[in-house]
Each structure stands twice: as structure tokens, then as C-alpha cells.
């Protein structure tokens, strides 16, 4: 009788040897790590984009230049509202660190507002010039500004959806630290397209004027 004692013992010792735990771990900054790496292939992008637009922005076909096309105060109202953006979005990001949910929420909203007042004028900047003949397939100059100012005009479409989803989703959950991670690489992301967008201003709009 010992010894059946003993064996279901040791049977259920060598179960308890076999058992494991399985934790849900997050490393510490993976997350921005590897933002990071999509920020860098992001870069790829725009850089060939801008190597594209500089061997062929002067190849107008006979078409109009960007000095005949370009409305500078209207382009630099556009700047004002990406560059205001990202102040309201590092309020948005300070509100988080003290834990204020509701100024967090407001200064987003904010953010939003602005980034769809650029995207409508950068719509009404293509409206209009598909309209006055000169869109993508007029030139090689064209194709590439398309190209370009347009690749840019999409990723703020993409961050303000991510924007807007990551509303509801503070709304919903509170500043936990999943969302306090979300809101660091959106604000990564919004950042780089105001890097990106200086680029692009001085590059292809300033420089586009010039004779």
C-alpha cells in the first residue's frame, strides 16, 4: 500500500515538473522600437520620391511650371495648419503624462481639426489643377509632384483615422498603458509628417517658383 502511495507521489510530482506558466510580457519599448524601424522605412519612401521629383521636376512637356502653378499664401496657410497640429499634439501628449483624460481628448480633436482642414486644402490644390488641365498626365513634372505631395496627403489620411480610432479608444479604456503607447507612436508618426512636409514645402513649392 506504501509503495502505491509512493508511486502516485512521484506521479504527481513529475506532473508538477512538466506544468509551466505562460505570461503575457511585453519588452520594455519594443513596440517604439519597431515603430521606429517603420519610420525608417517610411523614409525609403519619401526619400526616392524626392530623388524622383528632382530628376524630373523640370521636365514640364511643354506644359506650365510650378511657378505658373504654385499659390504660395495658399500653400503656406497649409503649413500653418500641419505645424499647428503638431503643438496641439504635444499638448495632447503632456495632458496624457499628467493623467488628464479630458484635455487629452480635447487637444486630439484639435489635432483632427487641423489635419482635415490641410488635407481639404491639399484636395482643392489638386481639384483645382486637374481642372486647369495640369494633372498627373500632363508632365513628368506633374506626375512626380503628384506623386509626392500626394504619398504625403495619404499618410495624414491614415493618421487621422488613427487619430479618430485612438479616441475612442481613451474614451473607452482610460490612459492605460497600451493607449499611452498608442499615443507615442502616433505622435511619432504625426511628427515625421511635419519633418516630411517642411520637405516638401521648401523642395517642391519655394523651389518650384523660383525661375
Known amino acids: 500500500m506504501s509503495d502505491l502511495v509512493l508511486d502516485h507521489a512521484a506521479h ?15 519588452p520594455e519599448n519594443g513596440t517604439l522600437l519597431g515603430f521606429w524601424l517603420y519610420l525608417m ?26 511657378a505658373e502653378l504654385f499659390d504660395l499664401p495658399t500653400v503656406a496657410l497649409n503649413t500653418a495648419f500641419l505645424l499647428l497640429s503638431s503643438i496641439t499634439y504635444g499638448f495632447a501628449m503632456i495632458a496624457s503624462q499628467r ?9 486630439l480633436g484639435v489635432t483632427g481639426l487641423f489635419g482635415l482642414a490641410f488635407l481639404g486644402l491639399e484636395l482643392t490644390e489638386f481639384a483645382h489643377l ?10 513628368a ?29 481613451l474614451n473607452r479604456h482610460g490612459l492605460t498603458e497600451a493607449n499611452t503607447r498608442r499615443l507615442m507612436c502616433l505622435s511619432m ?6 519633418v516630411i512636409w517642411i520637405g516638401v514645402f521648401t523642395f517642391v513649392y519655394l523651389m518650384g517658383v523660383l525661375p
Open 41 to 66: 522605412s517610411d523614409c525609403l519612401i519619401f526619400a526616392v520620391l524626392f530623388i524622383a521629383y528632382a530628376v524630373l521636376g523640370r521636365h514640364y512637356a511643354g506644359g506650365p511650371s510650378g
Open 12 to 26: 504527481g510530482a513529475a506532473k508538477e515538473d512538466m506544468l509551466f506558466h505562460v505570461r503575457d510580457h511585453h
Open 130 to 139: 486637374i481642372h486647369e488641365g495640369a494633372g498627373p498626365q500632363r508632365s
Open 141 to 169: 513634372f506633374l506626375t512626380s509632384f503628384f506623386a509626392l505631395v500626394g504619398t504625403h496627403g495619404l499618410h495624414v489620411t491614415f493618421g487621422a483615422i488613427w487619430l479618430v480610432t485612438l479616441m475612442f479608444q
Open 189 to 194: 508618426f504625426w511628427h515625421f509628417l511635419d
Open 99 to 107: 493623467k488628464k483624460l479630458g484635455t487629452t481628448l480635447l487637444w
